[in-house]
């Protein structure tokens, strides 16, 4: 099972030394089966996706702040010897991709923000609900529900729960803390690197409306908002998902070595 800095991982094409290497991070109470296989094996892409702590096979009990999960994920890279890499987020992970880059511009080659926002507050309902085991089951049923569009297969939506349950309640708990005190909306002038961001045209969760503002304010930033996908679009529109990436990746100039 492979782990670096204490983190399991899941690797394509690790050593395709001519194309930038890509961290895939997963969003609240996710791990790296998020990313569906078009995605994971993106073609001719170097791809590590990795768990974050306590989620998935990762070992650990997870963190209450975006920038704790910013730091581990940084370690990662550095764990693997990559002196930089491409990170794509969802969700929490988009924040977490936003918070490296802001705070350690060198080490992030470029950024792929999916369902994220500047600032991510969490329901004061789910945040009740997620801290009591007696109503943590209600938290994760009001999340799931706002995490697909209305009209996606039902399979896919009892797949999601299910997944969720897997999370120990302690660990989505605090993803959520760390996604409600989450803020960067002040500092995103500081971010000058290639930048994707992605939503759903029918994402309840984080509107179009906070993916929007992510690129009224990133200077240069491509937008893309997927009709008739939700909050989980790599889920419900996985191939979409996966051409808009790898054309995205395509732009990225990069030497091997970088």
Request: contains cysteine; aromatic residues 8%.
């Amino acid at each position: 099972m492979p782990t670096a800095a204490g983190l399991y991982y899941f690797a394509h094409e690790a050593e395709n030394y001519s194309r930038p290497p890509v961290v895939l991070i997963h969003g609240a109470g996710g791990h790296h089966l998020y990313w569906p296989p078009q995605i994971r094996r993106l073609h001719d892409q170097r791809i590590f996706a990795v768990d974050l702590p306590g989620h998935g096979k990762s070992e650990g009990v997870g963190h209450h702040t975006i920038e704790d999960y910013a730091k581990e994920v940084l370690e990662f890279i550095k764990a693997l010897e990559l002196n930089a890499a491409v990170l794509i987020g969802h969700s929490m992970g988009s924040a977490i991709a936003l918070t490296a880059a802001i705070g350690h511009p060198k080490r992030v080659l470029g950024l792929g923000l999916i369902g994220g926002g500047a600032r991510l507050r969490v329901s004061p309902a789910i945040l009740h609900n997620a801290s009591d085991p007696a109503t943590f089951a209600a938290a994760v049923h009001m999340v799931n529900d706002f995490s697909y569009a209305p009209q996606a297969n039902m399979r896919l939506k009892e797949l999601g729960e299910q997944r969720l349950f897997e999370t120990r309640p302690t660990v989505l708990y605090g993803d959520f803390l760390a996604c409600d005190a989450f803020n960067v909306t002040g500092q995103l002038s500081r971010v000058s690197i290639p930048t994707l961001i992605l939503c759903g045209a029918e994402d309840r969760m984080t509107p179009p409306k906070y993916s929007e503002f992510l690129r009224d304010q990133i200077s240069g930033a491509h937008f893309e908002a997927l009709p008739g996908a939700g909050h989980n679009a790599m889920l419900e529109q996985p191939d979409n998902v996966a051409d808009v990436l790898n054309d995205f990746l395509n732009t990225i100039a990069y030497q091997a070595g970088q």
